[in-house]
């Protein structure tokens, strides 16, 4: 049986995704670890404090669970990363690297890291953004996500490490906060909803950004680790998408729920980051070489959060 250790479960995603790995291959063959201490939820015997910077700790949990893959999903994201772009360029770099070693070393099968649409810069194509293109990206986190996809393709190619990433768009869940990117406004717009407050938006009305609903990004993530090993192409990291769309389009859409719901535009520096990313992106590598297709657009995705958001 494999055992799997994520790394950073605490987070956004990491939650989720470790919620959905123990009900696919049982909660004790899921070990969540996280430099910050545990909700009720993931506070038992199967959780262990890692700062996935210090590489000891991690041989000790990979050995004491005997885990054959990791997850590592511990990162800086943009908007907190360039207020402190020294320590996200060492968390996202040492963080990948010491977890690249630890598969070299111990013959792990598989490892996933996740990368993002931040790779790509000002002169990247916009729309559509394919696969292979210019990337230039101009912000730390996305410097260390490009870095990062060309280590995860040496290690592969030098080393056989199996290793499988997808370039996040923008993540859309409900279940937990998100922490420090320039997609949040997406997430923190249905809470003011749900409160019956107006929002204050920090990127202008009419920024177009990729994004998706959690719950396709999870079924992605699980479906390219669950995919035959020859059928993953690109070893860098995969171009995913589901939606794209604006804060005006997204307020509109939660109008079809609270019609009186209002948002305001106040765009600070997340403003030009988001300028610099693509507003929609070609993933059809991902649907062509493992069958990626995603499920919730906007409309169906803002139901769904609004209709959980109130059951709470
Ligand atoms: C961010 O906004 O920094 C992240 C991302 C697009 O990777 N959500």
Same mark, same amino acid.
């Given at each position: 049986?494999?055992?799997?250790?994520?790394i950073?479960?605490?987070?956004?995603?990491?939650?989720?995704?470790?919620?959905?790995?123990?009900?696919?291959?049982?909660?004790?063959?899921?070990?969540?670890?996280?430099?910050?201490?545990?909700?009720?939820?993931?506070?038992?015997?199967?959780?262990?404090?890692?700062?996935?910077?210090?590489?000891?700790?991690?041989?000790?949990?990979?050995?004491?669970?005997?885990? =054959?893959?990791?997850?590592?999903?511990?990162?800086?994201? =943009?908007? @907190?990363?360039?207020?402190?772009?020294?320590?996200?360029?060492?968390?996202?770099?040492?963080?990948? @690297?010491?977890?690249?070693?630890?598969?070299?070393?111990?013959?792990?099968?598989?490892?996933?890291?996740?990368?993002?649409?931040?790779?790509?810069?000002?002169?990247?194509?916009?729309?559509?953004? %394919?696969?292979?293109?210019?990337?230039?990206?101009?912000?730390?986190?996305?410097i =260390?996500?490009?870095?990062?996809?060309?280590?995860?393709?040496y290690?592969?190619?030098?080393?056989?490490?199996? @290793?499988?990433?997808?370039r996040?768009?923008?993540?859309?869940?409900?279940? =937990?906060?998100?922490?420090?990117?320039?997609?949040?406004?997406?997430?923190?717009?249905?809470?003011?909803?749900?409160?019956?407050k107006?929002?204050?938006?920090?990127?202008?009305?009419?920024?177009?950004? %990729?994004?998706?609903?959690?719950?396709?990004?999870?079924?992605?993530?699980?479906?390219?680790?669950?995919?035959?090993k020859?059928?993953?192409?690109?070893?860098?990291?995969?171009?995913?998408?589901?939606?794209?769309?604006?804060?005006?389009?997204?307020?509109?859409?939660?109008?079809?729920?609270?019609?009186?719901?209002? @948002?305001?535009?106040?765009?600070?520096?997340?403003?030009?980051?988001?300028?610099?990313? %693509?507003?929609?992106?070609?993933?059809?590598?991902?649907?062509?070489?493992?069958?990626?297709?995603?499920?919730?657009?906007?409309?169906?995705?803002?139901?769904?959060i609004?209709?959980?958001?109130?059951?709470?």
């Open positions: 049986m494999k055992k799997i250790l994520i950073g479960a605490c987070g956004q995603l990491g939650s989720e995704l470790t919620f959905e790995l123990r009900k696919l291959f049982g909660h004790e063959n899921v070990i969540a670890s996280d430099i910050n201490a545990p909700k009720m939820d993931l506070a038992d015997e199967y959780f262990e404090h890692l700062d996935v910077l210090n590489k000891e700790e991690l041989n000790n949990i990979i050995d004491k669970h005997n885990i =054959s893959e990791i997850y590592n999903l511990a990162a800086i994201l =943009s908007a @907190i990363g360039e207020k402190n772009p020294k320590f996200a360029w060492k968390l996202n770099m040492e963080g990948l @690297i010491n977890t690249l070693d630890v598969a070299k070393e111990k013959n792990l099968t598989k490892i996933y890291w996740p990368s993002s649409i931040a790779v790509f810069g000002p002169d990247t194509p916009r729309k559509n953004t %394919p696969q292979d293109t210019i990337m230039n990206p101009n912000t730390v986190y996305g =260390s996500k490009l870095a990062g996809e060309r280590w995860c393709e290690y592969f190619q030098k080393y056989g490490v199996d @290793i499988r990433s997808l996040y768009p923008g993540l859309i869940g409900y279940k =937990s906060l998100p922490g420090g990117g320039t997609t949040d406004y997406a997430v923190d717009i249905y809470y003011k909803a749900i409160s019956g107006n929002f204050e938006c920090f990127l202008n009305k009419d920024t177009y950004l %990729p994004m998706m609903y959690m719950a396709d990004a999870i079924k992605a993530t699980i479906d390219l680790m669950q995919a035959d020859e059928d993953i192409q690109i070893r860098s990291s995969y171009n995913l998408a589901a939606i794209s769309f604006t804060p005006e389009e997204i307020s509109n859409s939660i109008k079809k729920t609270f019609p009186d719901f209002e @948002i305001t535009y106040k765009p600070d520096f997340r403003q030009a980051i988001a300028d610099s990313w %693509p507003d929609s992106i070609d993933d059809s590598k991902a649907r062509e070489d493992w069958g990626w297709n995603h499920e919730y657009d906007l409309d169906r995705m803002t139901e769904d609004l209709l959980n958001l109130k059951r709470r």
